[in-house]
Every structure is written in C-alpha cells, then in structure tokens.
C-alpha cells in the first residue's frame, strides 16, 4: 500500500517535465533560423519509454505560447556570436587582450601600493608606452583590427574600434565616439555584404537562373548593385532565361510606349478629366519630396499612373496606388546616379533613354504587383476590408490586452489599419524600410496579399506598451496614426518580419484558430 501512494505522489507533481512529454517546436526555413547555425538542434536524442500523460487544455493562444518553446527563442545571437569569434580571433588577438588585461592590472596593484607607502616611500613607476589618445586598455581587440598590422594599429587613431568582444554594456566606447551595442564593425559588415553580394552574383550570372534560390536568398534582403535584376526576376516581369530578357525588355518596353501613345492624349477628355486630375493632385503629396516634385519625375508618375488606370478599369486610379511606384522607381532608378541618399538626386542628368527604360520597367512591375492586390481597389475596396478584419481577429488572439484595450477606448481597427493594408506600410515606414520590406514580400509567396497581413500585426503589436499607456480615445489614434519609425533601420525590419513568419507559421494554414 505504501508503495501504491509514493506512486501517486509521483505522478502528482512536474507532470509538465515527465519524460515523453510534447513540446512543439517552431521552425522556419527562413531567416532568423538558419540550420547551418543550428545544426545543433537536429542531433538525435536517445529514445525514453513514453507516459501517457493528460494534455493541459489551453484556452487561449497566450496559454498556449507560454507553454511551448520557440527556436526564435534559443539564443541565436550567442551562437552566431561565438561562431563569428572562433572563425575570426588568432593567438596574436588572444595574447593581446591577454597583455591588456595583465597590464591593467598590475597598474591598478602598483595605485594600491603607494597609496599604502605614503607619498614618501612611493616607488617610480615603470615606463609606459603612451597610450592612443582616447582609447580604452579594457577594450577587448575587435575582429575587425585582427588583420592589421601592430605599428599600423598604433599608428592609427581615427579607426574606430567597432566591436567589442567582451563588454555587456548598452554602448561601447569606440576611438571615435560611442556607438550603439551589436552594431557590427564596418570591415566585418562590408565583407558579410560581399559575401552575400558574390552568391547573388554567381546565381544571377548562369543561364538559367533558379527562382527558387533566388527568393531563398532574396528573403534577408538583396544587396543594392543587384536589386533592380532580382526584382524583376521575383515579380515575373524578366523571365528566368537569361538570353530571352534582352528580348523580354525590348518587347515591353515598346508595348508600354504604345499605350502612350493610344492612351495619354485622352487625359483631357471629360471621361477621364476626373482622374487624371486626381493623380496631378495626388503626386506632390508623395515622398521623398525632394525626387517626386522634380518635373521630369512628377511627369513620369503621372504617365504610369493614368495609363494603369485605363488598362484596368475594373477598378481605375484609386488613391493609394500612387505610393506604390515610388520604391520601383527608386530603385530602378538608383543604379544610374552615383548620389547615395535618393533624396539629393538629381534626375534630370540621367539621359532620356535611361529614363524611359526605368518608367517601362517600373510600370510593368508595379502592374505585376497589383495583379495580386487588386481586389483592395476595386469597388468598396473589399480586399482591405476583408484584411482588416482579420487582422483584428488574429490580434485579439496574439495579444488579447491590447485588442481589449483598443476596444475599450473604441478605436475601430479600420481607422488606423485601413491605411496600413492601402499603402502596404509606406506611410508608416522610411522609404529605406519599405525598400527592404519589399525584398521579403517579393521573396514570400503572395507575399503582398498574404504576408502583409503578418506583418500588420506584428507591427501592431511592437508598440504594445506604447499602446497600453495611452487612456485616451484622441491620443490613441493620433499616436497609431503616427508611429515613431524614422529612425528604423534594416534591422528594424528584420525583427518585424521574424516575427511575422512565426505568426504566418502558426495560423497561415489554420485559418480558423484565429477566430474564438
């Protein structure tokens, strides 16, 4: 009998922790997971005999996030640090930092000893090389100063020391100033981007070139120099058989001519006066200022605007879709003009024939990519209202406190939201973030028709507790109507989208676990 009730006891408690037990794992064949860093996970673990244990019920998706383990969750940043550590130190950098460390502190023994003797029995101090003006002993050498030379290091004092390996602080002191924790240093940075620049190069470069790897590679993002080939690829405006695009491109691009030619004259009609005059009032308002009011680039938008319009009257020009050619453009458009900052470009140096190769080919993607959305401005705009309500089911799910707190305060999801599926988030990033948001979207099947709803809802809830200090119905809306993005960077983006995909992978191919 007694051995009876240790048994019960025994199955009474830690029944979570009982060996057979199952914990669903989340896995993505995206970036943030990555199995070469991963590997790890996906050894075998011996087999233990099973225990048929009574499953907890979980009621709600919170319960069931906190009971399950996530990869994002599994300290990747420590891994890929260590493996970036093990692959980039040498002794030379662990003797020094060995050197800097002893040296320290023997001098901090050397302080503790004379103030010990008094000022009359205190020692000379040793010679000491000077050190670099505004440098740091405690400083761990960074990778991307253990290729250089020592005379070359200590004759330097300009290059800052970007990365540290050891200092847990929420800055590090650099020569040059103070930069952001886990900012990766610029030689190690330009050699990731080179790296990543040479694998869409030797894809690009072949015959026939694999979609399918290319979006995989395309999802982190795409290096400039080869954006505007692998946008086109991913859009399906240039096929993937290298020697059918020069034929492709000529072909479209007289075609679009064409309808210039057909279709602009009738501007001034009185059919089509109400919507030519929209878009001239509509395009001044676009941004970057700077590049849109220039005469030659308002002129294009124009042009691409209206002919879309008449190609597609089901749903004509609706105000929204404005915003939609500008990242095209741009970065077309960035591969002729040696300026870095879009907005200090100056486009009426690039010659007429560039300019005309750019408006064919931002107009037939942005066509492309409206093929898939177009149901958002037809007649009532049904695609937008469908994805607005399912965006606020999915949120009540994901994060009921805030759903709950945005309906105390009745802020209806579509006054804020409306505008987030119309303008696909241009209004609420950098244009630099919706360039890189845009790589992913290319990247994802239906990435603009389904993906952006994610996407929504993980940008909705970043700002949670933003969202949960206000109490009041105005400063709500005005806060959600202007989200304090302008700093973002692709980083920022990055987090966004790792947190969509896990989104998407819970609920995309159940639909219904988003409804109560």
């Known amino acids: 009998m007694a051995s009876d009730g240790v048994r019960k006891q025994f199955w009474k408690r830690s029944n979570s922790k009982v060996p057979g037990s199952i914990q669903h794992v989340y896995g993505a064949q995206h970036p943030p997971f990555d199995p070469l860093l991963h590997g790890t996970w996906l050894k075998a673990t011996p087999k233990v005999p099973t225990t048929p244990v009574k499953a907890k019920k979980v009621s709600t998706f919170q319960e069931f996030e906190s009971n399950t383990s996530d990869a994002w969750d599994a300290g990747e940043d420590d891994d890929e640090l260590l493996a970036m550590a093990a692959e980039s130190l040498n002794t030379e950098v662990v003797m020094e930092t060995a050197n800097r460390v002893l040296r320290d502190h023997s001098q901090r023994q050397e302080q503790h000893m004379q103030e010990a003797l008094g000022p009359e029995q205190k020692p000379k101090p040793a010679a000491e090389p000077p050190p670099v003006p505004g440098s740091d002993l405690r400083l761990v050498k960074s990778v991307s100063e253990s290729h250089t030379s020592r005379p070359a290091e200590s004759a330097s004092n300009t290059a800052p020391l970007q990365r540290s390996q050891s200092l847990p602080h929420s800055v590090t002191v650099t020569l040059g100033g103070v930069s952001d924790q886990g900012t990766p240093s610029s030689s190690a940075l330009s050699e990731r981007e080179a790296s990543r620049l040479d694998k869409f190069q030797q894809l690009l470069a072949g015959p026939h070139t694999d979609l399918e790897e290319l979006r995989r590679l395309s999802w982190s993002g795409i290096p400039k120099p080869v954006r505007p080939i692998t946008w086109k690829l991913l859009s399906g405006y240039l096929p993937a058989n290298a020697d059918r695009r020069p034929s492709t491109l000529q ?129 009532a705009q049904p695609g937008i209202q469908m994805k607005v309500k399912m965006l606020e089911e999915l949120v009540s799910r994901i994060d009921e406190q805030v759903h709950r707190h945005l309906e105390q305060h009745e802020v209806r999801y579509l006054q804020f939201a409306f505008r987030w599926m119309n303008n696909l988030l241009m209004r609420e990033l950098p244009l630099r973030c919706t360039i890189r948001l845009w790589d992913t979207y290319q990247s994802e099947p239906e990435g603009f028709s389904h993906f952006h709803l994610y996407v929504c809802a993980a940008f909705l809830v970043r700002w949670r507790k933003e969202i949960l200090e206000e109490r009041d119905f105005q400063e709500l809306l005005l806060f959600l109507q202007n989200l304090p993005t302008a700093h973002w960077g692709n980083e920022d983006v990055s987090l966004l989208l790792a947190e969509a995909y896990r989104l998407k992978f819970a609920f995309a191919d159940a639909p219904n676990h988003y409804k109560k």
Not at 273 to 291: C, G
Not at 330 to 356: K, M, N, T
Not at 357 to 372: F, H, N, P, Q, R
Request: glycine share 4%; with cysteine.
């Open 251 to 379: 072909r479209k691009q007289k075609e679009y001519f064409a309808f210039i030619e057909h279709y602009y004259d009738s501007r001034n009609d009185d059919v089509h006066r109400d919507t030519y005059r929209q878009i001239h009032i509509d395009i001044p308002r676009m941004s970057p200022e700077a590049l849109i009011l220039q005469p030659k680039v308002t002129e294009i938008f124009e042009r691409i605007l209206f002919i879309w319009a008449m190609r597609h009257p089901a749903s004509g020009y609706v105000q929204g879709i404005n915003d939609l050619v500008t990242p095209f453009f741009v970065v077309f458009i960035c591969g002729y003009i040696e300026e870095e900052g879009v907005d200090v470009a100056d486009v009426s140096r690039v010659p007429a024939e560039v300019l005309r190769d750019v408006e064919a080919d931002t107009y037939w993607c942005m066509s492309k990519l409206l093929d898939g959305i177009q149901d958002n401005y037809t007649f």
